[in-house]
């Protein structure tokens, strides 16, 4: 059973870097076909897809983030990390961690998510 568990602050200040990481399990992040993906929803706001890390390690963002956002890996701890730098408030949301299929679309499995919220 493919599980995936996002951790990291709850509470970030304005201008810092938010970290997140996000702990799967019942599957590796090598296996061929998925991508890792990070998503996030503010309060009353739909969903935003914010970037992905491919099962050989590329990545790719979201044009609107890609200046503010990292995603790695560490395939040791079978475990994917989102970084956001230069936190305003509006980057409070759930942040959601889940794996998305390549071949036949859609995500599979998902994080319960977390809240971040980003306050002084």
């Known amino acids: 059973q493919v599980q995936l568990q996002e951790s990291g602050p709850g509470l970030v200040k304005p201008s810092q870097t938010l970290s997140l990481t996000c702990t799967v399990s019942?599957?590796?992040?090598?296996?061929?076909?998925?991508?890792w993906t990070w998503i996030r929803q503010p309060p009353g706001k739909g969903l935003e897809w914010m970037g992905a890390?491919?099962?050989?390690?590329?990545?790719n963002y979201n044009p609107s983030l890609k200046s503010r956002t990292s995603i790695s890996r560490d395939t040791s701890k079978n475990q994917f990390t989102l970084q956001l730098s230069s936190v305003t408030p509006e980057d409070t949301a759930v942040y959601y961690c889940?794996?998305?299929?390549?071949?036949?679309?859609?995500?599979?499995?998902w994080g319960k998510g977390t809240l971040v919220t980003v306050s002084s």
């Open positions: 889940a794996r998305r299929r390549i071949a036949a679309g859609g995500y599979d499995h």
């Open positions: 019942g599957a590796f992040i090598t296996t061929s076909g998925y991508y």
């Open positions: 890390i491919h099962y050989s390690g590329s990545t």
